[in-house]
């Protein structure tokens, strides 16, 4: 890592002189929001959006970004070409900052943070054969913040590392909300089905939807576990996974078991619109 | 600060040498768990105890104290010595440690790290006139592990500081938990009532129902908000202020609206079963 550079409250720096304080909020009591974008050929894809969504996350903790819009994109640039990747993950991470007694801290100083990391693609078969969820009962805290708490995520890692699963697929009381780290839609009877509440705001999950609106009817609405498990279609979207497939939840087969005429269309017009990024 | 010492992976020093990495997942993913003891008379309150919780909370999350009790033990009575605090709390904090991806670590290298600070007690009035609680719906996710996560303890800090309050209590789905940090109790025909399910086992809880024991019924079980609305008198429990009437949880007056009989003899009982610590 010794060639790797992050941006640390108002510096860049190489990695391994980055210093958060033990005293940091963020560490000790888990206040903090973060966002994470991608690049395409090099270039921060929907970073705008992105933006927007921190800032969103941030005023619901009370937080504001400390440097401008601006300068967090010249600091981005900067530190994709230091750092050099093929193609990178950027991660915001935005916390209360220092407290002098475990619990108070002052939003005026809060803890900002941009680091790279090279983009992993995962494997191609999840695209063509499609993939599984698996399904838990949980609701996140603030579900429409993108605050750093992944606890359920960590935890079920295992369990989806066993099963062969991609993602923990959460419910709250029977009602379907969204992947651990992805947004998740359903398609019945040609309409595609988004949940509606208790979900972060996807912004890959809105370009597809945006790519899919001038033919597909799409509506915001509760989906319900029995709805899901029925649905004609499922795909999930994430920011460095794009849109994948879904082609079992749990034991149930959606559909035939492979991916979906619409799944497929969206797949397509997703590939066109990105390689015009 | 200068002269601050803490505790951090192997190693005594300086505060302001200590550094976490900006790839720490108690940082990137709120993976982390922690405890908090006090000082008596300079000396750590309940420790045993306070590990063995930590050990317990260390385990929900597949984490495990790289250092033994006995080490421990030894760092804490160098760091209370070092910081020569007049009554001290004591932290110790355990997160899954560094990620190279910001998502998967090694258990095997955890970030371990002890804090002390000076014991700042409150306002004696509440021992006096008892306080206040603010009620609101909300279960601590993996509630018996003492995690990082306090976005809604700190989200209603400002609640509970306009309406006067000590601290929020939860409840989940009617039925009442604990307060966001401190144990909560309630007392009905002479009979302790413990909350029993979704709750943190209680360390200054468990001391103040033994001594409780031989005169009073304590009985573990569903309290429902309404039970608790209409206890004969209320209390909390907690490491750093002990065990506090509660004479008020939202607009309703709990018993004579003054610190009731039972709770005014817990506290006796544990004014001399502390000073004999």
Redesign the interface.
Known sequence: MSNHF?Y?NGEIMP?ER???????????????V?DLLRTINGVPFLLKEHLRRLHSSADM??LRVPISDTTVTRVIEELLELNAHTEATV?L?L??GVSS????FDPATPTF?I?T?EL?SPPASIYTDGAKLTLVEHTR??PEAK?????????G??KTAEEGSLELLYHTGGIVTEGASASVFFVRDGCILAPREHVLHGTMGAFVLDLARRDYEIRATEVSVSDALNADEVFLTSTTRDIVPIVRIDKHIIGEGTPGPIVRDLMDRYRIAASGA
Chains 1, 2 share one sequence.
């Open positions: 992050i640390l990695a980055a210093a958060i304080s033990p005293f940091d909020v963020g560490l000790l009591r888990g206040y903090a973060f903790l009370g991660r991470l916390t209360g007694d475990g619990m108070h943070m680091m990391a992993h805290e603030i605050t750093t708490n992944y606890l359920t995520k960590l935890l890692d295992a």
